[in-house]
């Protein structure tokens, strides 16, 4: 293919002879020679059709947000010598370069082979698409090129950043019959010691009291608390009112970070974890164990994006008629939305337990504007405000207000549920 030169270059020839016509001047008509012999020496110098192969390898197709993903493209030149070859590996804008290049130029034997090798960093959950591979081949004078497109795709799912709560005791506040780790207050099988009693003939050897017994001169038994499992269900509020905040760290993406955490936590306990998700679309996952409902959840999270209108409402109506009764709520949100209190004090009076964790959208803000001082006095204004809204929360549910630039860790070390019989 041509480039622009080539048709600049025709145009002043044209021009040039014309006016030699006009002006009947040989020396005007000698200034198209060397426009000429440039335009045929690059024809002579035009590069052949492009018989490249393209193979990538990636280290890994699914990592979490923020983890390093190494990639090598390999070509491998099938026709003959290119001189000057600029290899492009179209990237999503979410996937960030941080060692090597994506985009380069080169020079490629016959049979030879050339690698590319960078690596991208996911800065934003999603799945993505990386390729195809845009590959340019142009003479040395930049009159004319070969271009080919390689539809070499991979696909790369960067899942949501999990933040670390293994020192953190989320459990849901009432206790199902099947076998859990959650402590229900209730003599059965478990490890944690309850009380002693006196034996009983058929209790087992293992569990007679031997120093009670010896002090007392009669067998005592000791009894253990039992361990059961519960149901809790994560509401993640996705709406376009709670987006605060700059994608990456914007106050719905520490919402999906918040809730595959605690997700992940609760089901490692053995529990049952369901979500439900307030965006454009009012999707739900319904409580499950293991491993494979961590996957499910995920899963619903790497499409949640901010939009829609969804009211809380509507989110409580849902979980009344499709979700157990019983389950503890744990509402992930901004607390944006003014009429959270009223609906959150409708949940408690049924007999719901509410656990409302909410990212500050005032610290947000407050890492997007820095030092400026009007800012800081909007801060304090909003912050007493905030602090107003939390307050009354507190009487119907268990509030944690998340600072952002602190662990999630450090802010439910203060939630403490203890577990209610059924």
Not at 181 to 189: E, F, I, L
Request: contains cysteine.
């Amino acid at each position: 293919m041509k480039t622009s030169m080539v048709a600049a270059l025709l145009t002043a020839a044209a021009a040039l002879v014309t006016v030699a016509f006009l002006a009947r001047s040989w020396r005007a008509l000698a200034l198209v020679v060397p426009i000429l012999l440039y335009l045929g020496i690059g024809a002579m110098l035009a590069p052949q059709p492009l018989r490249i192969e393209a193979t990538r390898t990636i280290s890994r197709d699914r990592a979490a947000v923020g983890q390093p993903v190494d990639v090598r493209l390999r070509l491998t030149n099938r026709g003959p010598r290119v001189a000057s070859l600029e290899v492009l590996d179209d990237l999503p804008e979410p996937l960030e370069v941080t060692k090597g290049a994506s985009h380069g130029f080169l020079t490629l034997a016959p049979r030879a082979s050339v690698d590319l090798a960078y690596t991208v960093v996911p800065r934003i959950k999603g799945e993505y698409a990386i390729g195809p591979v845009v590959l340019r081949a142009a003479d040395p004078l930049g009159l004319r090129y070969e271009e080919s497109r390689l539809e070499v795709e991979d696909r790369l799912v960067a899942v949501p950043r999990m933040e670390d709560l293994r020192r953190v005791r989320i459990v849901p506040r009432r206790v199902r019959s099947p076998m859990g780790s959650v402590r229900s207050r209730q003599v059965g099988p478990g490890l944690e010691f309850f009380s002693i009693r006196d034996y009983v003939p058929g209790d087992e050897t293992r569990h007679v009291n031997w120093k009670a017994s010896a002090r007392l001169d009669r067998l005592f038994t000791n009894e253990y608390e039992a361990e059961r499992s519960g149901d809790a269900v994560i509401i993640l509020d996705a709406r376009s009112e709670s987006e605060v905040g700059p994608l990456p760290r914007s106050t719905v993406e520490l919402g999906v970070t918040a809730a595959v955490s605690m997700a992940a936590k609760i089901l490692d306990a053995r529990n049952r974890c369901g979500l439900i998700v307030q965006r454009a679309l009012l999707d739900w996952v319904y409580p499950g164990y293991g491993r494979r409902q961590l996957y499910r959840i995920v899963d619903a999270l790497l499409r949640v994006r901010p939009g829609g209108e969804w009211s809380l409402e509507h989110v409580a109506w849902v979980f009344a008629r499709f979700f157990p009764p019983d389950a503890q709520l744990i509402i992930v949100s901004p607390l944006l939305d003014r009429k959270a209190v009223d609906v959150i004090a409708g949940l408690r009076s049924h007999g719901l337990d509410v656990l409302v964790v909410s990212p500050s959208p005032i610290e947000v803000e407050r890492a997007m504007y820095g030092d400026d001082p009007l800012a800081a006095l909007a801060y304090r204004v909003l912050l007493m405000e905030r602090d107003a809204l939390i307050q009354s929360l507190r009487g119907y549910a268990d509030v944690v207000d998340w600072n952002p630039e602190r662990p999630l860790a450090v802010a439910l070390q203060g939630v403490r549920p203890y577990p209610r019989r059924r």
